[in-house]
């Protein structure tokens, strides 16, 4: 359990921000410069920048104009890495998020050190709560610092969705969407695939800066319409609103956002 009590968002988040990109390859250049935009203003605030990711397409999404750039604009010993959902295999199974970024992202930057990702504790996969208690402790660890913190405040969140609108680990109808104390939690009837995994909650979401879900594709079509137009479905995905000064983005391709009727954003010059 989370060492203090989640503090109830009190102003009106912000609505959504959507940025729609002609193709996945403009996508992941925008992407990059809004990371290098959070990552300096985080390391200006606490010389450091605090990152959580998912599995799934982001990755790759995300590497492509990050690693090999030459310009030195990524700052890579600044960034602290978590992960906003881990399934319950070892790191080195394919099913894991951990080797997923490892493969797409994490291996190509020599810059960054292993000690900077932040992993589960695979000898507790028997034990998911103990797991999930475990990796709490580690964002603890990274957040309960110098300044008294209620709740973790992630500096950037990366998240895909799901077809049934799931983002992290949180999916629709599971009592997972109600936590309201634990930081991270453990699914063990994830209707995904591998069933047992590890989810941050929305004491998490809804306190960071900044949070993006990232996704490409027609096959989103139809879950970003509903998530961005149909608020009332409660769909775990349009539930993540960060309490100001927090803001949620959702950087998709046009093939992406063909169906939405929510209204585009012009993506700012960074
Ligand atoms: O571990 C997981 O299963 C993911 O973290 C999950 O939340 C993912 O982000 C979405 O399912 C979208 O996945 P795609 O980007 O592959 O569609």
């Known amino acids: 359990m989370a060492p203090f009590a989640p503090d109830a968002p009190t102003k009106t988040p912000s609505p959504p921000t959507l940025y729609s990109f002609p193709d996945a390859d403009d996508l992941s250049k925008s992407l990059a410069a809004f990371v290098i935009k959070?990552?300096?203003?985080a390391i200006e605030r606490r010389n450091k920048f605090t990152l959580a990711t998912s599995g799934g397409s982001l990755p790759k999404m995300l590497a492509k104009d990050l690693i090999n750039r030459t310009d030195g604009a990524v700052r890579w010993d600044k960034w602290e890495i978590f992960f906003a959902d881990e399934r319950l295999v070892p790191l080195d199974h394919e099913d894991s998020n951990y080797y997923l970024c490892d493969k797409e992202f994490f291996s190509k930057v020599p810059e960054l050190k292993r000690e900077q990702i932040h992993t589960i504790d695979t000898s507790l996969l028997d034990d998911p709560e103990e797991l999930s208690d475990a990796y709490e402790k580690e964002l603890?660890?990274?957040f309960a610092g110098k300044e008294s913190v209620r709740n973790p405040v992630f500096d950037l969140i990366l998240l895909g969705m799901g077809p049934d609108g799931h983002c992290c680990s949180l999916f629709p109808s599971h009592p997972l969407l109600e936590e309201k104390d634990r930081w991270v939690a453990p699914i063990e009837d994830s209707p995904k695939p591998p069933s047992k995994r590890i989810t941050i909650t929305y004491p998490v979401l809804n306190h960071a800066h900044r949070i993006a879900f990232v996704m490409a594709g027609e096959g989103k079509q139809?879950?970003?319409?509903?998530?961005l137009d149909q608020p009332e479905l409660k769909?775990?995905?349009s539930r993540v609103k960060p309490a100001p000064p927090g803001d949620v983005y959702w950087f998709a391709d046009d093939a992406a956002t063909k169906q939405t009727k929510y209204p585009r954003a012009e993506f700012p010059k960074l």
């Open 38 to 41: 959070a990552q300096n203003e």
């Open 140 to 142: 603890v660890g990274a």
């Open 222 to 227: 139809e879950s970003l319409a509903k998530a």
């Open 235 to 237: 769909l775990p995905a």
